[in-house]
C-alpha cells in the first residue's frame, strides 16, 4: 500500500511540476527526494519498531509531544497534506483520462476527479480485505507499466540518458529553484508514512514495518528516477512543461505514437486510481484514531456505522472540494507546506522527547530537519515570488489548524476537569 501510495501520487501528477522548477536537473531532484526521505523514514521506522501500532503518524506525535496542540495540529497538518494529495491524484487521473479522447483540461477534469473519489469511497467501505487486494494486483500492475513505458522511451531515445536538446530559454535553473524542485519531489515519496498504520495488521511489526518503508523507498525511487531519464531523453524541458499535468502521455508519442499514449494514459489510470483508494484508508485509519485519542472531535451528523466509516465520508468530501476547486500545481505547493512543517515537527519530537527511548541517533534526527527545512524554505521563497497567494493559504490554514486545536483541547479539558468527582485522579 505504501508504493501504491507513492506512486499514485508522485511520478504522474509532479514530473512536469517538478522540472518546471529544476530545469534539465530534474532527474536529481528526485535522486536527492528520496535521500531526504530515507533520512526522515529513520525517525518513523525508529519509533515504529519500539512502538508498533496502527496510529503511525498520530502514534508518533502523541508518543513525542502527549494529548497536547502541537500533536493535534501537526497530525492534522498531515491528515491535510494527505487529503491534499488525493486531490492531486484524483486530477491527475483526470487529465490523463481525458488524453485518450483528446481533451485538454476545462469541467471535465474535475468531474473526472470527483467521480473517482466516490469511486475509493465506495470500495472503502467494502472492507479492509478487498483494499489490499485490490492495493496488491494494481501495485504489480503499474510497476511493470511504468517499468516498461520506462525502458521502451529510454531504447527509442538510445539509451543516452540525455535531456532532449532545444534552442528555448528556461531550462537551466537556480539553487533555490532546484530545492523547490525537491521540495515538490519529495511528495512523491511521501507515501510511505502510511506504512507506519500498519503496525496491528502486520506480522512481527517490531522488524517489517521498518522493512516495508525501506524497500517500497527503494522501489520508487528506481521507478522514478528511470522515468525521468525516459521522459527527459524524450521531450524538451519547455515541452515538458507545456504538458506537465500529462507529461508521461506526452513523452509516449515520440516513442509509440498514439498506441503509446494509450498505454500510458491506462497505465496512470491504474496508478491514481490505486493510489487514491490506499490513501483514502490511510487518512481514515488516521483521523478515527485521533478521534480515538480525543485529540479532535467527532460528530457522527446521523450516518450509521464506527467512527472510521464517519471519517472516511469527511475524508472524501474534503478531497473532492479541493479537487473542485484547485489546479494541479496549487494543489501540489499546499500539500509539500503542509507535509514539510509536519515532517520538521515529527524529527524534533523524536529528538528532544524520545531519541534515548528509541535509541535514534541524533545527527540523522537533526540532519533529516535540516533537509526538510532547506528544502521548505527553498520552495517558500520561490513561491513568494510566483505565488504568493498559495503561502498565505498555507499560513492561515497552519494558524486556523492550530489555534482550532488549541481551543479544543482546552475546553474538552476543562469538560473533563469538571465532570471528575472530588478526590478521584482519573
Known amino acids: 500500500m505504501g508504493t501504491g501510495v507513492m506512486i499514485g501520487a508522485g511520478i504522474f501528477a509532479l514530473t512536469g511540476q517538478v522540472a518546471e522548477f529544476s530545469g534539465t536537473l530534474f532527474p536529481a531532484a528526485f535522486m536527492l527526494a528520496a535521500v531526504i526521505s530515507a533520512f526522515s523514514a529513520y525517525t518513523y521506522i525508529k519509533v515504529s519498531n519500539k512502538y508498533p501500532s496502527a496510529g503511525g503518524i498520530a502514534m508518533i506525535l502523541k508518543k513525542a509531544y502527549g494529548p497536547t496542540t502541537v500533536t493535534g495540529g501537526a497530525a492534522l497538518l498531515m491528515a491535510f497534506s494527505m487529503i491534499i494529495n488525493e486531490s492531486l491524484v484524483a486530477r491527475t487521473f483526470g487529465t490523463y483520462t481525458l488524453q485518450l479522447f483528446g481533451v485538454e483540461g476545462g469541467i471535465l477534469v474535475p468531474i473526472l476527479a470527483i467521480g473517482l473519489i466516490f469511486t475509493a469511497f465506495l470500495i472503502n467501505i467494502a472492507g479492509n480485505e478487498v483494499i489490499g487486494s485490490v492495493s496488491k494486483i494494481t501495485a504489480a500492475l503499474k510497476i511493470g507499466g511504468i517499468l516498461v513505458f520506462a525502458l ?32 515538490l519531489a519529495i511528495l512523491a515519496y511521501k507515501g510511505f508514512t502510511t506504512i507506519t498504520n500498519s503496525g496491528d ?52 508519442r515520440p516513442a509509440l505514437g498514439e498506441y503509446g499514449v494509450w498505454f500510458t494514459v ?25 478521534t480515538d485519542m480525543k485529540i479532535i472531535p467527532h460528530s457522527h451528523f446521523g450516518m450509521p ?40 515537527i515529527i524529527h524534533w519530537g523524536v529528538l528532544r522527547h524520545m531519541r534515548k527511548d528509541v535509541g535514534a541517533n541524533p545527527f540523522i534526527l537533526i540532519s533529516a530537519i535540516c533537509l526538510d527545512a532547506a528544502a521548505l524554505a527553498a520552495f517558500l521563497v520561490l513561491k513568494a515570488q510566483s505565488d504568493p497567494l498559495i503561502i498565505m493559504i498555507a499560513f492561515v490554514g497552519m494558524v486556523v489548524v492550530f489555534g482550532f486545536e488549541k481551543f479544543y483541547l482546552s475546553n474538552y479539558r476543562d469538560k473533563q476537569v469538571e465532570a471528575t468527582p472530588h478526590g478521584d485522579d482519573h
Open 152 to 183: 521502451i522511451a529510454l531504447y527509442a531515445a538510445g539509451f543516452s540518458f540525455q535531456p532532449g536538446q532545444s534552442s528555448a530559454p528556461g531550462e537551466q535553473t537556480s539553487v533555490g529553484g532546484f530545492m523547490a524542485g525537491v521540495a
Open 201 to 252: 495488521e502486520v506480522k512481527s511489526p517490531e522488524k517489517n514495518v521498518g522493512r516495508a518503508i525501506m524497500f517500497s523507498l527503494a522501489i520508487c525511487a528506481v521507478v522514478y528516477i528511470l522515468v525521468c531519464f525516459a521522459v527527459g531523453s524524450t521531450l524538451t524541458i519547455p515541452e515538458i512543461v507545456e504538458a506537465k499535468d500529462y507529461a508521461l502521455a506526452e513523452a509516449a
Open 305 to 344: 456505522g464506527d467512527v472510521q466509516r464517519h471519517t472516511l465520508v469527511y475524508t472524501v468530501i474534503a478531497a473532492g472540494v479541493l479537487a473542485a476547486f484547485f489546479d494541479l500545481g496549487r494543489i501540489a505547493s499546499l500539500g509539500a507546506i503542509f507535509y514539510l512543517v509536519m515532517d520538521i
Open 266 to 290: 491506462a497505465i496512470a489510470i491504474i496508478a491514481t486510481a490505486s493510489g487514491l483508494l490506499a490513501s483514502v484508508f490511510a487518512v481514515s485509519r488516521m483521523l478515527a484514531m485521533l
